[in-house]
């Protein structure tokens, strides 16, 4: 049988040479001599390389055989009709549609999701929403609920009474709970942090990095700078998950003299993650992911602007080789081991499932979001688009049973992408995000294609560190 060639991505970075199948996820280092001849071979293929790119044992690219014979090059087989379902595996519940902040990139609208009036989540829309989930998911899974907004926080009540009463629901039917919560910071208080630390799996404080980074993106609602409030109870947060200054940095101290405390944050260990958002005002993000760590948070997300590409901030495709340089400065820092970047963090050892895989995210389909008045959406992305509304808890006014899983989405996988199906990182990302392809105008099945570059400039940063750690 011939090789499937047509996925081969051949790239070099941090020093090494590499080939990835995009068919397969395997990843091999080549040496500079194989990386040429590797180049040669697939140039005079043609850029339509296709399946039958040489039979194993054959006249060919160096390692042909030995890297077919490990699993590599198989051809992609992609579903027929919808992507298959078993139940809901997770529910945002969006319990704030307010904010304290005015954050200028914010898709909700500063929290109030496209103009609505304000409102919070009440505790027996939770409940509901929880009993909601029970009902759709499948025997013996483990599943989770993530706290959302606006600001979860200002709905404090509603998010300790979920966490009481989904527990308690759910050990009744000996089925696995956890919770996450995204919170700006500001409304961190020593008692509240204390029950986060306790109750959620993982907790994701918003921080943009670099003060005046921070407060140009990130007002308070009435133009007052942020950034202390919010790293104030970034913190908080942190030193009640006893995981401040694991990283070094500012609060490496405090953190050394507490039982258990250790000199770096072991893959996987840590709960609290400091995410921060850059766009065209700080392309030299990576200088906001080193003052965050320097501050003493080991675990730092710094992820693209979304959307608004013709206001001044956002990303533009000249911006580009800019952002590749922050993310090889990310590189260098996060190989020496001490400090996690999210978008570095692959998972070679366990395959992801066939959905995750082939659309990026279960939105519509294992996944769904709940607003404050109990409708429903495919993800909190999507909350108070009239033409996405599934239906409600209630059951009316679209009658009892929201449609779930959604048909236009169990049918958006890879293979119906056009621009995915000859893409080498196309079962990394999924397809991309659904709700973007649709706010870029392209429409569900089309994927922003600035989007896309994004996406392959970090993978290859990622990988490239797979590869260094697996040396």
Known sequence: MAADLSLVHLFQMAGQFLLLDGATGGLAR?????????????????????????????????????????????????PEGLLPSSGLHSLCLNVSHACELACRYCFAGQ?????????????????????????????????SIDFFGGEPLLAWETVVETVRYGRSLAASCGIGLEFTLTTNGVGVTPERAGFLAREMSTIIVSLDGRPDVHNRMRPAAGGAPSYERALAGAVMLAEACGEYGLAGGRGAGPAATRPGAAATMPAGSGRLWVRGTFTRYNLDFWRDAEHLWNLGFGQVSIEPVTGAADAAWGIREADLPCIRSSYLRLLDVVSSGRRRFYHFELSFDRPACAVKRL???????????VSPSGSIYPCHQFDGMAAFRLGSLDGTPDGPEPAIPDARFARLHVGVKTPCRSCWAQLYCGGGCHYRALEEGGGLANPDPLACRLLRIRLEAALALAALKST
């Open 30 to 78: 080549l040496t500079r001599d194989e990386y040429r001849d590797w180049e040669g071979w697939l140039g005079r293929q043609g850029t339509d390389r296709g399946p039958a790119g040489a039979a194993p044992g054959t006249l060919g690219p160096p390692r042909l055989s030995e890297l077919t014979d490990q699993g590599f090059f198989r051809t992609l087989d992609y």
């Open 359 to 369: 659309t990026g995210c279960g939105a519509g389909i294992s996944y769904a979001c």
């Open 111 to 143: 929290g109030a999701y496209g103009g609505r009036e304000r409102s919070l989540m009440d505790p027996g829309t939770a409940r509901r929403a929880v009993d909601f989930l029970l009902s759709r998911c499948s025997p013996r899974r483990t599943l």
